[in-house]
């Protein structure tokens, strides 16, 4: 059981680069989420969707963009990464009803 | 929207010694509150959850409590392990879905002293 399975788990790009970030669960979870964490932040709320299909903005979604193609899997895309975005980002999933969320390992990203 | 906030951002205590680290929480639609354990390097662990319509649960050493008059919740450790340290995170969410999701607050990262 693989849980939340996310990638790359370390990344550096230069400003100006895009990418995406991967995540997908083997839980049959409807909700999936982005988070970034910074030091004295905490986790702050990128992206979020209910269901597949559906996806709605966090707290600090500006300069990203995410896909929700299946049950499984969502994407997380920085079309233009900016020094800004320089972070820790968090893919969780739960069940609708239950917050007990299953994170994945994490991707550190650097921009310079 | 949520805003979940913690009290301290440093809370440092005796190995042995009992730990209680604070919470608050904005939105009175609210129904769900859980707290997470983040070691360092790792993504968030599930520690326990309560709903609304109970004030305390207790799980393995953990004690949470919930007062929805002043919107506060608190989570109890019973004797401090130097294992417990880590960073603890409370999160609120609405169970009926809603485009808020799971909002965490800022987290209160729990020290040890031998």
């Known amino acids: 059981n693989a849980g939340v399975t996310q990638t790359p788990k370390f990344q550096v790009l230069k400003t100006g680069q895009s990418m995406t970030l991967q995540c997908a669960q083997d839980m049959n979870h409807n909700s999936m989420y982005w988070y970034r964490q910074d030091p004295g932040m905490g986790l702050r709320l990128i992206y979020y969707s209910a269901s597949e299909g559906t996806t709605d903005k966090g707290e600090v979604p500006n300069g990203y963009n995410v896909s929700r193609l299946n049950k499984r899997e969502f994407s997380l895309r920085l079309e233009s990464a900016a020094p800004s975005q320089t972070s820790v980002y968090f893919c969780?999933?739960?069940?609708?009803?239950?917050?007990?969320?299953?994170f994945g390992q994490g991707t550190r990203l650097t921009v310079v | 929207g949520e805003n979940v906030g913690l009290h301290l951002p440093t809370l440092s205590v005796q190995e042995g010694d009992n730990s209680i680290i604070n919470c608050a929480y904005s939105n009175s639609a609210s129904d769900y509150f859980i707290w997470y354990k983040q070691e360092s390097g790792k993504g968030p662990q599930f520690i326990i959850d309560i709903r609304s319509n109970m004030d305390k649960r207790q799980g393995q050493r953990v004690t949470v409590l919930l007062n929805k008059t002043v919107k506060h919740l608190s989570l109890q450790i019973a004797a401090t392990q130097p294992g417990d340290s880590a960073v603890y995170f409370c999160a609120a969410m609405y169970s009926g879905g809603g485009a808020d999701g799971l909002t965490f607050g800022k987290g209160t990262h729990l020290i040890i002293q031998p």
């Open positions: 969780a999933s739960h069940k609708r009803d239950r917050g007990e969320a299953f």
